[in-house]
């Protein structure tokens, strides 16, 4: 597997905006970012293959932006007018061709109302 380090959660007021980041120890063909929110499954936010390539759930679109720099193996997401509903730990997913799949620890994202 791909070591994945996440960082950029913390706590913003509704409205505000944070900027997630996801580092990989090697190179990466697609990432997503998933989250989850307590007594909820696990789902996708967003997803990216390259800059034409890109996925959002219905969600966050318009207010969420996934982008990657492939000289530094890292996926960014981009989260603006942000709302309590937007709540949870989420998670860097990272799929490889020749490691396969590796996932993130997690990184918590409050939003107050």
């Known amino acids: 597997q791909v070591q994945l380090a996440e960082s950029g959660g913390g706590l913003v007021q509704q409205g505000g905006s944070l900027r997630l980041s996801c580092a990989a120890s090697?190179?990466?063909f697609s990432w997503g970012w998933h989250r989850q929110a307590p007594v909820k499954q696990r789902e996708l936010v967003?997803?990216?293959?390259?800059?034409?390539?890109?996925n959002y759930a219905d969600s966050v679109k318009g207010r969420f932006t996934i982008s990657r720099d492939n000289a530094k193996n890292t996926v960014y997401l981009q989260m603006n007018s942000l709302k309590p509903e937007d709540t949870a730990v989420y998670y860097c997913?990272?799929?490889?061709?020749?490691?396969?799949?590796?996932w993130g620890r997690g990184t918590q994202v409050t939003v107050s109302s």
């Open positions: 997913n990272a799929f490889s061709l020749t490691l396969g799949d590796s």
């Open positions: 090697g190179s990466i």
């Open positions: 967003a997803s990216i293959i390259n800059r034409e390539q890109t």
